[in-house]
Nanobody
Framework: VQLQAFGGGLVQAGGSLRLSCAVSGRTINNLNMAWFRQAPGKDREFVGAIRWSGSNTGVVDSVKGRLTISRTVAKNTLFLEMNGLKPEDTAVYYC?????????????????WGQGTLVTVSS
């Protein structure tokens, strides 16, 4: 399984971006997937996840109402729609995938990772 994340960039506070994660090697409806992010000097943190069935989609409280996870099975792609961006959203964003159903917010449980895409939000 290979994941390729893209769509990051520089945006002003209040702006929007859509991150994509193209999946190859396995169909996305057989994978539990997630987005994580890592800000400079900080640990990688869980942003949100979606189950293989497309159910139980959710994001952490700190981004709820601004960031949304979705997917397109036909294109085997995961998305992270980002609106109302804040400077504290600045980070490298990673998509991750796993086959088994374990803890959804533990980075160590994910088997496959994209290379990361940088999002920079200026104030």
């Amino acid at each position: 399984v290979q994941l390729q994340a893209f769509g990051g960039g520089l945006v002003q506070a209040g702006g929007s971006l859509r991150l994509s994660c193209a999946v190859s090697g396995r169909t996305i409806n057989n994978l539990n997937m997630a987005w994580f992010r890592q800000a400079p000097g900080k640990d990688r943190e869980f942003v949100g996840a979606i189950r293989w069935s497309g159910s139980n989609t959710g994001v952490v409280d700190s981004v709820k109402g601004r960031l949304t996870i979705s997917r397109t099975v036909a294109k085997n792609t995961l998305f992270l729609e980002m609106n109302g961006l804040k400077p504290e959203d600045t980070a490298v964003y990673y998509c991750a995938a796993k086959v088994h159903s374990s803890s959804r917010n533990a980075a160590a449980d994910y088997d496959y990772w994209g290379q990361g895409t940088l999002v920079t939000v200026s104030s």
